[in-house]
C-alpha cells in the first residue's frame, strides 16, 4: 500500500540491525555499522518515519491511540515488536552482562579488552556462540549449565552429546550445574553453583555473561490475550482486530499444533511481512512453524527443523545415520556427520536434526519436506546430485529416509 502512513517507534538508539551477528560483534570481527542492515537514510527514503531513542509507555486499544515520549499519536493498524528481555535465574552483581542488543555487545567486547577470564552461564545457542567469540579473543571461557547437555532447546540430548564431545577442548563446561549466586569480590567476579548432589564450586572471571534465555515483553499487551507471550493468529493478528504482533514477544502454532513462542530471527522476518501486509489492508497468511534452525560453533554445524522429540506429541518414526559426506573411497575429504529425521505414522516428515559439514543445507530439504508435508517415500525418490568430489550417490539426509521408513507399518 503505496498510500499507507507508517511510522515506528524505537527505544533504542540504533536503525534495523542483525542481532544474530551480535557475537561478531563481541569478537571484533564485524563492526556496529557493518550489522547496521537498513540504515536511517534507508527510512528517510522510503518514506518511512522512524523515531529512534523513543519509548512508548501506553496503548489504548479502544481509542487506538499510543503513550509515547514524545506525546501520543493515533493510529489506524498497530505492529507490536517489543521482543524480549534476558532472564536470569539469579541475582546479577558487578560485572555481569548479557547480550541481547548493540549496546550489551559493545560492552561485552570492550570489557573483554582487558581480561583473561570470563564465565558463561547457559550453554544454549547464545552461549555457545559467545563463548567462541570470547575465545577468539584468547580468553579462557567457562560455561555453566543446569541441563544436562548443551544445547537442549534446538537438538535433541544425543544430538548435542555429539556437539559437546567436538568442542569441549575449547572451553570448559560444567553440566547438570544450578548457579546459586553471582557476586564481586576484592574486583573479581565469583559465580557459586552446586551440582545435583549439592556440592558447591566456586569460579571465579574477570566478568560474566548471563544466557539463560529471555522473557517476552508485554508490558504494552495489556487487553490483549496473552499466555508466556502475545497470541497471534494466521495474519499475525492479536486478539484485537486490527493489532497485530511480530517477533520474540509473540507466540504461534509449528506443524504439530504446539503453542510455541516466536525465537528466531527468520521467523520474525517471516511474520514482519505478514502482518505489515496485513497491517495495510492486504491478506497474508503465515503457516505453522517449521523452526528451521543452525548455528556453526568452534567449526562444528549444527542444524534442527521441527519439534524436538520431547514436545512431539505422539511417537515419532524415527531414522539416523552417521557417514561421510563424500564417497568411502575419496578418504579424510570427507567428513564425518550425522543426520536424524522424524515422521509421523503415515510417513509424513515432521523435523530432522543435523550435525556436520552442510548440516543446514540438509535440513532445509527437511524444512521444505515438513512445510509442504512430504514423506519419507518422496524424499527418498527424489533424485540428488552426485559427483565425488562433492557429493555421494545418496546423501546422508537419504538414508536417515531410508531407515526410518524401514520402520514404518
Known sequence: NREAEIKIFEKGSYPEYSK??????VSG????DSVVEFSEEWFRNSDIELRLNTSVSKIDFGNKVIETTEGTEEYDS???????SPFSPVETAGRTYSLRNMDDAISIREESKNAERAIIIGAGLIGLETAESLVKKGLEVTVVEFLPEILLTMVDEDMAKIVRKEIEERIKIMLGHRVKEIKEKDGVMKVISSDGSGKETALEGDFVIVATGNRANTKLA???SVEKAIIVNEKCETSVRGVYAVGDCTQYVDIVGNAVPVGLGSVAVRQGMVAGTNAAGGNEI???LTNARTTKIFGVEIAAVGPLRRNIPFNPITGKFRGKTLPEYMGDLGEEAYVKVYADSSGKIIGAQAVGREAAQRINKFALAAHYGLTLEQL???ETAYAPAVAPVFDLSTLACEIAK???R
Do not use: Q
Open 20 to 25: 544474530c551477528a551480535l557475537p561478531f560483534v
Open 29 to 32: 570481527e564485524l563492526s556496529p
Open 78 to 84: 498497530l505492529i507490536i515488536a517489543t521482543g524480549a
Open 222 to 224: 495489556d487487553g490483549l
Open 286 to 288: 503465515m503457516p505453522p
Open 380 to 382: 527418498l525418490k527424489a
Open 406 to 408: 524401514r520402520r514404518l
